[in-house]
C-alpha cells in the first residue's frame, strides 16, 4: 500500500456522502473551487433542488447559489471518485462506510468527519482501513434553512490526519484541496490528539445542554450547571490520559471554560436534534465516556446519568 498521491489532479472527483448542513457547505466549496463535486443523501427534496436550481449557501462566506453539483441518492450511482468525504451523522457512518466499499477504487480516499470517537472504527467493519482519514471540523455551525438552502456560521478550522499517524504525500494533497476550497485547513502528524480534544469539549457541551435546556453560556452562568458540565468533560479527559492521548494543554478545566466562553450563544448539534424530537449522536459523545470508562476501570458517574437522562427522552421520539 502506498502513501503517495499525485499533486497534478486540478479536477479532484470529490463525493460528499451525507449532504446535511455541514456537508452541503463542503461541497458548495468545493463546487466553486472548480472540484468534480457530488453529494450523496437520501433526502429526495434537498438532492431534487441541489440538482435543478444549485445550493443556495449563505452565512460566513456570503449568500449565491452553487451550480455544478451532481447529487444523487445512492453512493452507487456515482462514478470513479478520488476522495468520498463521509459528513454524517455518527449513527450514518458504518452504513455509508458499507455503500462506499463496494464501489471504491483502490487509491480512493476515505475522510471522515463526525462529532465523538469511533468513526474509524465503524469504517473498519467494512473496508481495510489503508486509505481512511480522520478530520475534524472546529468552530463550524450550520444549519438547514430548506430543501437545497443552507446558511452557515463560521468556518474556523478544519483538521485532518492519517488514522496511523504522521504526514503523508496524500495527506498534504487533501489538504491543500481544502485550502484551495477556501477553508482554513490543516494536515497533523497526531490526529487523535484534536480528535479527543474536541471529544471532551462536546461531553461537557452536549448531554449537560439537553439536560438543563439551555444554550452554552447558560450552561455555564449558573454555577449547579457549570459543575455538572465540567464533571462530563473531566471523566472523559481522565480516559483520555489513561489511554496515552497527548493533550496540548494540563489544565483541562481552564481548556473547558475558555470553549464555552468562545461561544455563550451556541446551543450543542444534540440539544438542536432533541428540540427537532430527533435521535441524537448520544453514542458517539457522552455515551462513550462509560464504555470506554468501564475498559479502563475508571468510574464515570457525570456521564452514567446524563446518558440516562438522553436515551429515556429520545425513546420518546417517534
Known sequence: MTKSRSENMNMPRIAI???????????????EAGYQTSVVDLWQEHMTAIGKTGLHLEGASGDRVIGGITAVHQVADLGPIDLYVIATKANGVAGAAAEIAKVMQPDSLVLTIQNGLGAGERIAQYMP???????????FGASI????????????????GEMDGGMTDRLVWVESLWQAAGFKAAAFADIHQLVWEKFICNVMCSAPSVAFDCTIGELFNDEDRRIVALGCMLEAYEI???KKIAFSFDDAVAYGVKFAADMPNA??????????????????????????GREMGIKTP?????VALVRAREASFA
Not at 446535511?20 to 461541497?27: N, P, Q
Request: cysteine-free; hydrophobic content about 45%.
Open 267 to 292: 446551543s450543542p448539534s444534540m440539544r438542536l436534534d432533541h428540540l427537532a424530537r430527533k435521535r441524537s449522536e448520544i453514542d458517539a459523545i457522552n455515551g462513550m465516556v462509560p464504555v470506554l
Open 145 to 160: 434553512k430548506g430543501p437545497g438552502h443552507i446558511h452557515h456560521n463560521a468556518m474556523r478550522q478544519i483538521r485532518i
Open 129 to 139: 482501513t489503508d486509505n481512511v482519514l480522520l478530520g475534524v471540523a472546529e468552530g
Open 240 to 242: 483520555g490520559l489513561a
Open 17 to 31: 456522502v451525507g449532504a446535511g448542513a455541514m456537508g452541503s457547505v463542503y461541497a458548495g466549496l468545493f463546487a
Open 302 to 306: 457525570y456521564n452514567d446519568t446524563l
